[in-house]
């Protein structure tokens, strides 16, 4: 038998003085600002190439473009905070957009509900977002599929509500949110610029919004700490419907009619920009902040590709490049401890 | 002995707890008193977690009764527990990561410092500091959990379970589960002085595999074994070797390791050769093993075996260099290991070893399929055929082959699992982990057959047992593994098996 003798201490002591860092911290890597060089880098790239990109009005489009998806984009975030999924704001600006256009002042009917019929559609928002947050909790459907399924019945009411006839509204207030100018910025750049404000309190101050990072980090931890996962969870449903509702309200402004397909292409889009942001899908990381800089970084491709000439095809498939680019960056230093990736 | 029952905080009174197959607490009787440290000590299935589990809620036992304080009671969850004051530092460290240290210590009980769904950070920050000053620790409560060290991070837990003293009326109970696991050695003792400080306002369990910290710490051990406390042993008059053979017990040797199959002769060639596979960050072991070998790697949790198990499988963070039938071969990942002739059975056989809802053929083929391939198309025959004949020589009992393997009994999934490499036309090294976990004993003396059966044509076997006696029983070797690295090499030749007390010896 040969017993290779043993040291006398029982563990090797850690060979510095102070504690040893096994962690792997998170500091400050170079991900985290990649977005916000990748957005001054577009800037500058388009700035050069063409003479039209760097004027004022041209900063004026790019912003007023890219505010509804910057508002829809926020409510979002708080989802993926979770690891969860929400493909849902289409429908739901679907459905938000004809009830708004069908309540304030318009060429179908004789409501004028004003004021009220704009927070119709924040409750409209609201209303799907509760329902998504149900489906997944109670009836315990995961986010992807119960999202989509609401979707498609917002845009089914939607339509149903549209029947077949487009809507003008001519609400003043409504249809001024998108001519009315300050310092050349239309007033949904604000709302949109005050919606982002918000949703970064609410991701710092609020208990919804730290428990929905909270459940992406440790998801069983807040379990066991006796947290009410679903009742948060259902929360961050209905306040994503929140910013979703307003994101409708802002497109009906813009557009100046009611259209079922208004929110097309923001499934993707806010998903895109949340995640070229430093999103993780995975959850738990990220923020507001991060996800608008995303916007904005989609906003300026979007913009300087077509006054660089690119036709409008192209532009989603280098759309489509600069999303699979963005993930693999942001989870390139951890793709050994993802493991299996579904 | 004979305290007064006033003194007792928390009691498990004849806990049982059934699981399908296995019996986890089996009449288990455990007192913790006031102001002292309980230590807890057993080998894998012992019940130890299972015990600490019922105490705080997690397990619901079938029999028995649990006091706190005198007080019967039927534990509702982890909010329940924590209302009577008992909280769990669990093994696996779970703190939110992405959070505050401060929001990780009031998580779910901020009181005050969140007001309407608000936070205030101010008074969050200063009341989870208030927490982490009182022990003494030396952390800001502002920091973000994933910027501190393990050692920080554990003894954030324990803020965290100290916490629950606000907010009952009673001293808490402090439950450690191995504590001491991933620390290095100054961190343990940092962490040790926290607990004795702890011991007065407070009472603690403490459960680590490491017996001579056990010894270092308690005021008095339970030793447990099957389910049940099998002793109580006085730290002050016992030694590290007299609880390990408690622990370990007198166990009878048993026929069902079918000692006879053993072959003594063990060719001289080297079929594998492992050399510098990392454990852990800083340490490494090599050794090689014959053909028709088993080599059974013995260690406490955490002593690398598993690392090492999983290393020869190329299951690892970095590509593994070894040396198969003399000829060197890189293995980036499983697919390569398994290319090779090297298989693997995993201790998690319901999570890591088979696909549950898949049929007893699809998961049998599962890593062969490819023998079976025409083309991209399965030739659902040639794979059945190859499938049967497994399935009469090892006596599966299964309905049919296309019966879900969920279906099927502990013991013939785990059949099912070996099936699946002894399709491989070339297996040369099969590592099995806890192959025999969970099994009966007629399962087990099958599995042991298989093995043997294995050995005497040539292959190669690592055997991570369940129990001593069963790496000894059926293992050519020994290999002891302690903190990453080889302690001891002993033979375990069939007509000269080695005491267990020789093995322990090194383990601990």
């Known amino acids: 038998m040969t017993i290779i003798p043993e040291p006398d201490v029982v563990r090797t002591p850690a060979p510095t003085a102070g504690p040893r860092d096994h962690s792997r911290s998170r500091r400050w890597t170079f991900v985290d600002f990649a977005p916000l060089a990748a957005l001054v880098v577009l800037t500058i790239g388009f700035a050069i190439a063409n003479p039209r990109f760097r004027t004022l009005t041209n900063l004026h489009n790019i912003l007023d473009t890219a505010a509804v998806l910057a508002v829809v984009t926020v409510g979002t975030t708080f989802v993926l905070f979770m690891g969860a999924i929400d493909l849902s704001m289409e429908g739901i600006i679907g459905t938000g957009v004809m009830v708004g256009a069908i309540l304030v002042a318009n060429t179908r009917n004789d409501n004028n509900l004003g004021l009220a019929g704009m927070l119709a559609i924040l409750v409209v928002g609201v209303a799907f977002g509760t329902l998504n947050g149900v489906i997944l909790t109670k009836i315990r459907i995961p986010s992807l599929m119960a999202t989509l399924g609401v979707s498609a019945i917002g845009l089914g009411i939607g339509t149903m509500l549209f029947a077949g006839n487009p809507i003008s509204v001519t609400d003043p207030i409504l249809v001024g949110l998108a001519r009315t100018r300050w310092l050349g910025f239309t007033a949904v750049t604000y709302v949109a610029l005050g919606a982002v404000i918000a949703g970064w309190l609410i991701q710092k101050y609020t208990r919804v919004g730290r428990y929905a990072y909270a459940i992406g980090g440790a998801e069983d931890v807040l379990r066991l700490s006796g947290v009410h996962l679903s009742r948060y969870k259902i929360y961050v449903f209905a306040l994503a419907g929140l910013f979703y509702g307003l994101g409708a309200l802002l497109l009906l402004a813009q557009l100046g009619s009611g259209v079922v397909q208004a929110g097309s292409g923001l499934n993707f889009s806010s998903i895109a920009a949340a995640v070229v942001g430093g999103t993780l899908l995975s959850g738990g990381r990220g923020g507001v902040l991060q996800s608008t800089i995303g916007v904005l970084v989609l906003a300026v491709l979007g913009n300087g590709l077509v006054l660089v000439g690119v036709s409008s095809y192209v532009q989603n498939a280098v759309l489509g490049v600069a999303v699979v680019v963005a993930v693999a960056a942001t989870t390139w230093p951890i793709r050994r401890k993802l493991g299996v990736v579904k | ?508």
Not at chain 2, 2 to 16: C, E, F, K, Q, T
Not at chain 2, 69 to 81: C, E, I, N, S
Not at chain 2, 402 to 409: N, Q
Not at chain 2, 419 to 431: H, Q
Request: hydrophobic share 45%.
């Open chain 2, 1 to 508: 002995m004979n305290a007064p029952d006033a003194d007792v905080v928390l009691a498990a009174d004849g806990l049982v707890k059934r699981y399908p197959g296995t019996v986890a607490l089996d009449g288990m009787s455990v007192t913790v008193r006031r102001h002292e440290i309980l230590g807890l000590v057993g080998e894998n299935g012992a019940g130890k977690s299972t015990l600490l589990k019922s105490f705080v809620g997690l397990v619901r036992p079938d029999h028995g009764r649990l006091l706190v304080r005198g007080a019967p009671v039927a534990l509702r969850g982890v909010q329940h527990a924590n209302a009577l004051g008992i909280a769990m530092v669990y093994q696996e460290q779970s703190l939110v990561p992405n959070l505050t240290v401060a929001e990780n210590i009031l998580l779910g009980s901020e009181g005050r410092s969140v007001r309407g769904g608000w936070y205030r950070w101010k008074p969050l920050f200063a009341a989870a500091q208030r927490h982490l000053d009182r022990l003494q620790i030396d952390v800001d409560a502002a920091a973000r959990t994933d910027t501190l060290t393990f050692a920080q991070r554990q003894m954030v837990e324990i803020a965290k379970a100290m916490a629950i003293e606000e907010r009952t009326q009673a001293e808490p109970v402090i439950l450690l589960d191995e504590p001491t696991s991933v620390l290095e050695a100054q961190e343990v003792e940092r962490l040790f002085e926290h607990v004795r400080h702890l011991r007065e306002r407070a009472s603690v369990v403490f459960v680590s595999h490491r017996l001579d910290e056990v010894l270092a710490l308690s005021d008095r051990v339970h030793v447990l074994r099957g389910g049940r406390s099998v002793a109580e042993v006085n730290p002050q008059q016992a030694d590290v070797a007299e609880l390990h053979s408690l622990l370990v017990g007198h166990a009878s040797p048993d026929s069902h390791y079918h000692l006879e199959q053993q072959d003594d002769a063990v060719p001289t060639q080297r079929r594998l050769v492992v050399s510098g596979l990392a454990t852990t960050t800083r340490t490494a072991v090599s050794f090689s093993a014959a053909p028709g070998e088993v080599v059974a790697l013995a260690g406490v949790e955490g002593s690398g075996r598993e690392a090492v198990a999983r290393g020869i499988f190329g299951d690892a963070a970095r590509t593994v260099t070894l040396t198969l039938d003399g000829k060197t071969v890189a293995l980036r990942n499983p697919r390569r290991a398994s290319r090779h002739g090297i298989g693997f059975v995993p201790a998690e056989r319901r999570t890591d070893g088979m696909i549950a809802p898949l049929s007893v053929a699809e998961n049998m083929s599962l890593s062969h399929v490819r023998e079976f391939c025409r083309g991209p198309f399965v030739d659902v025959r040639a794979e059945r055929k190859a499938v049967r004949r497994w399935v009469d020589r090892l006596g599966i009992k299964t309905p049919g082959l296309s019966t879900p393997i969920g279906a099927l009994s502990g013991g013939n999934q785990q059949k099912v699992t070996l099936a699946r490499w002894l399709l491989s036309p070339d297996l040369r090294v099969l590592v099995l982990d806890h192959p025999t976990r969970g099994l009966d004993v007629g399962a087990k003396s099958e599995v042991y057959r298989l093995i043997r059966d294995l050995a005497a044509q040539g292959c190669t076997v690592i055997l991570i047992a369940d129990t001593l006696e069963e790496a000894i029983a059926m293992s050519h070797r020994v290999l002891v593994l302690k903190d990453g690295e080889i302690r001891a090499e002993i033979p375990a030749p069939a007509d000269h098996k080695p005491a267990p007390v020789d093995i322990v010896r090194a383990m601990v």
